[in-house]
């Protein structure tokens, strides 16, 4: 928690973090959480360590084959950190219907899932107020979409002179929903100022459906 103010640290250690779905990039990002401090994180992904994704490097090689990725990656990072609450939820992300569970987290990260399930999740997200986060490949790209709802900070902005006051501004942003953003029409877009991937994804989605 180095460079952190108390207050800060405070959020960090109170914070409760869901991960469904353990890619690659899921694995580095519980990695670098839990070396951080935050205060509880709960895997979820019930596929078998034999079929654990090759990024996840937090499945020992001597794992037995038909153990849980989630148990396996828990127990990994628990020992990098003894001061995290690490656990793992049984079952898999597209296998969940009931979505409530999920108003005990601040935060969702949900990896590699399909359209369907990013869809379900973004929702009920919104719904319980939950920050979340997707990430996906697609071949040789990759993206990931964050919905935090309302989100509120404040702008701090350089003096006007030198040896002037700092300003500061407090600022809201209205993040779309992952509905939103995918499906939105083309109509009015600044097509140079919209990187050609959207239009991949898109297509990505359309298919999928």
């Known amino acids: 928690?180095?460079?952190?103010?108390?207050?800060?640290?405070?959020?960090?250690?109170?914070?409760?973090?869901?991960?469904?779905?353990?890619?690659?990039?899921?694995?580095?990002?519980?990695?670098?959480?839990?070396l951080a401090g935050v205060g509880q994180l709960t895997l979820l992904d019930e596929s078998c360590c034999a079929q654990a994704a090759p990024g996840n490097f937090l499945v020992p090689a001597a794992a037995p084959r038909k153990s849980r990725v989630?148990?396996?990656?828990?127990?990994?990072?628990?020992?990098?950190?003894?001061?995290?609450?690490?656990?793992?939820?049984?079952?898999?992300?597209?296998a969940e219907t009931d979505l409530?569970?999920?108003?005990?987290?601040?935060?969702?990260?949900?990896?590699?899932?399909?359209?369907?399930?990013?869809?379900?999740?973004?929702?009920a997200c919104t719904a319980y107020g939950v920050a979340f986060y997707t990430v996906i490949s697609r071949g040789s790209n990759s993206?990931?979409?964050?919905?935090?709802?309302?989100?509120?900070?404040?702008?701090?902005?350089?003096?006007?002179?030198?040896g002037g006051p700092q300003v500061t501004e407090a600022k809201t942003v209205t993040f779309p929903s992952l509905e939103q953003a995918l499906f939105r029409s083309w109509k009015g877009l600044k097509l140079r100022r919209t990187n050609s991937l959207f239009f991949t994804v898109q297509g990505c989605m359309l298919f999928e459906q």
């Open 1 to 34: 928690m180095h460079g952190l103010t108390a207050a800060q640290a405070a959020v960090l250690t109170a914070a409760k973090i869901l991960i469904a779905g353990l890619q690659g990039v899921a694995a580095e990002v519980a990695k670098n959480i839990v």
């Open 70 to 94: 989630a148990q396996q990656s828990s127990e990994t990072l628990q020992h990098m950190n003894p001061l995290v609450t690490v656990s793992a939820r049984s079952g898999s992300p597209e």
């Open 100 to 123: 409530s569970f999920i108003k005990g987290y601040q935060v969702l990260l949900l990896a590699g899932a399909n359209l369907q399930t990013m869809l379900r999740y973004d929702q």
């Open 143 to 162: 993206y990931f979409f964050a919905n935090l709802h309302e989100h509120a900070y404040t702008l701090t902005k350089a003096p006007q002179s030198e």
